[in-house]
């Protein structure tokens, strides 16, 4: 089964508002992470947050990290048309094997 | 730097019929991953190499589903015989040794009828 579970399933905003999408997980984590797939493409790595990590920032997108709650949050600041996507948060137990699981994604639409 | 690739990137074929896929990881890469994603869903991960070894294939089908990874570099993933519920798009994901950065190609998107 998987192990995130993302909130909402869909999000549709206007150009230039911020976007937030949350992602819970059932066990301890190594880091946590999260892809953005746009349509019909590969996943592309967007930010990565230790499990001793809070928050954590790369250009216009915020991470945070819960490990009490076991949940994180990803904000998209000043969105914009390109940032249509899916995006998916990935949990990483241990880091040495790499293995990711992966949540069911959140459907962003931003529109122009 | 060239990126993680695939072929085909489309393929369509009738239950029962045998399909093969073929994954080009980035130069260096030790570790290499098959995920299947489903319309709607996230990757769920089929199979994990390190080098030409399995670390991890407790969610293979292994009664249809096969991999290999000669050489340590590129992969195939095979079904045979195919079911309709194999339809999903099948992604190829690379990383470096002891990272869970993974990077990922285009995927095959298999169509059963």
């Known amino acids: 089964s998987q192990q995130g579970e993302e909130d909402p399933q869909a999000l549709s905003i206007q150009e230039g508002e911020n976007a937030t999408m949350n992602c819970s997980y059932k066990?301890?984590?190594?880091?946590l992470q999260w892809y953005r797939q746009n349509s019909g493409r590969g996943l592309v790595h967007l930010i990565l947050?230790?499990?001793?990590?809070r928050e954590k920032h790369s250009g216009r997108l915020r991470v945070t990290l819960d490990t009490s709650k076991k949940s994180s949050s990803l904000l998209i600041t000043a969105s914009r048309a390109a940032d249509t996507a899916s995006y998916f948060c990935?949990?990483?137990?241990?880091?040495?094997?790499?293995?990711?699981?992966f949540g069911q994604g959140t459907t962003l639409q931003v529109k122009p | 730097e060239a990126g993680v690739a695939q072929s085909p990137r489309y393929k369509i074929i009738e239950k029962r019929q045998s399909v093969a896929f073929w994954c080009n990881p980035i130069?260096?890469?030790?570790?290499l991953y098959w995920y299947q994603q489903i319309l709607g869903q996230g990757p769920k991960l089929l199979i994990q190499f390190q080098n030409n070894g399995v670390v991890d294939d407790s969610q293979l089908p292994k009664d249809r589903f096969s991999a290999e990874r000669l050489k340590g570099v590129d992969s195939t993933l095979k079904i045979q015989p195919a079911k309709l519920e194999d339809s999903a798009v099948y992604l190829c994901a690379s990383a470096i040794l002891d990272s869970s950065e993974q990077y990922f190609g285009p995927g095959t998107r298999l169509t059963v009828t």
């Open positions: 066990t301890s984590i190594n880091n």
């Open positions: 990935a949990t990483a137990w241990n880091r040495n094997t790499g293995k990711l699981i």
């Open positions: 130069s260096g890469h030790a570790t």
């Open positions: 947050i230790r499990s001793n990590e």
